[in-house]
């Protein structure tokens, strides 16, 4: 008797690497059929077709891995035809291939593991963002792109100004592809805004959250976009380990006892956003000031990640705030946040250094 039935896609730009598996009664893991299809909507329809042939009467699910952006085209197609899709972060698939002791890392052999997974866990169903939201999160991350190229050329100009034969055409090139980048990331910053002024209500939460003094805009919507307006979180620990705020620890008996740290299996792109509002927060906010002290305090080791422990555990504290206020549909309040702060420093203090 089948009692799962899963399809494990790796996905490429081109080609879809897929494995039907069923796992039967007595725990019993057999393959059905692997195939490779276009990445093209002809190869969407194709995969459901032999999907179909192939299945039982029990459901069919799909699992698939969040690669760049080769997934979302097949993600988004299968939501709209009513199947069950899970989409799993690499950080996770790669815990679970890993766990496997495969020798060899081809796309069929992914996606064999994929199925796998996908009959031995109980995944998550995906749920697609808002077509608003998503060209938010797609204008955060080219700002991204282009400031880290502004930087990079920024790094290139300087070595080639203080070089011991500086070339003056080249000097020229870089400040004029330098003004440009500047100009670009004031025209995403500027469609950000229109976007975001389209819903009123969404307006209205940023508006509130923004009364904290040190928060920008900028900072706040990428919050927003990268958690999809935090829908999918029901408490605040699975919001921290989405961001890689999540406490790892390292203990084993008396002999081995690491550090505790974060974990940073998330979402990169918030803990970016994060860093130089936390510096800004610090600096006019009291309550946050505190909390800073306070992981400064606690932490007993070199200089520059005893200053980093408190910046981590402002983040943190910023990241929750965030999301309270933007559920609630509330202003920022300066006494609460104090109370607040002075409840739960335990809790809000990450246990070491977390880089």
Known sequence: MVLIQNIGIDASMKELQVCFM?????????????????????????????????????????????TGVYYESLAYFLHQQGRYVSVVLPNQSKAFIDSLNLKSKTDKLEAKALAQMGVERQLSRWEPISEQMYQIKRHCHERVMLLEEKTMIANRLHA???????????????????????????????????????????????????KI?????????????????????????????????????????????????????????????????????????????????????????????????????????????IYTLFKKNQAYDPEFMQRSIQQNSRQDTVPAYAG
């Open 22 to 66: 069923t796992l039967e009664t007595g725990q019993v893991q057999k393959i059905k059929g692997t195939r490779t299809f276009s990445n093209s909507p002809k190869g969407f329809s194709a995969l459901i077709s032999w999907a179909t042939k192939k299945a039982h009467q029990t459901a069919v699910r799909f699992t698939m891995e969040a």
């Open 160 to 210: 080639e100004q203080h070089c011991a034969q500086p070339n003056r055409a080249v000097i020229k090139r870089m400040k004029q592809r330098l003004k440009l980048l500047e100009k670009q990331v004031a025209q995403v910053e500027a469609e950000l805004h229109q976007l975001v002024a389209r819903d009123q209500e969404l307006a209205e939460r940023i508006a509130n959250i923004e």
């Open 213 to 321: 003094k040190g928060l920008s805009f900028i900072t706040v919507i990428t919050i927003i976009a990268e958690t999809n307006g935090f829908a999918l979180f029901k408490n605040r620990a699975q919001l921290t380990s989405f961001a890689g705020y999540d406490i790892v620890e390292r203990q084993s008996g008396s002999s081995v006892k690491g550090r505790t740290r974060i974990s940073k299996k998330g979402n990169r792109y918030i803990r970016r956003a994060l860093h130089l509002p936390s510096l800004s927060v610090i600096r006019y906010n009291e309550s946050f000031q505190q909390l800073y002290e306070r992981g400064y305090a606690r932490t007993r080791i070199k200089p520059r990640p005893r200053w980093m422990k408190g910046i981590v555990a402002v983040q943190r504290k910023i990241l929750i705030l």
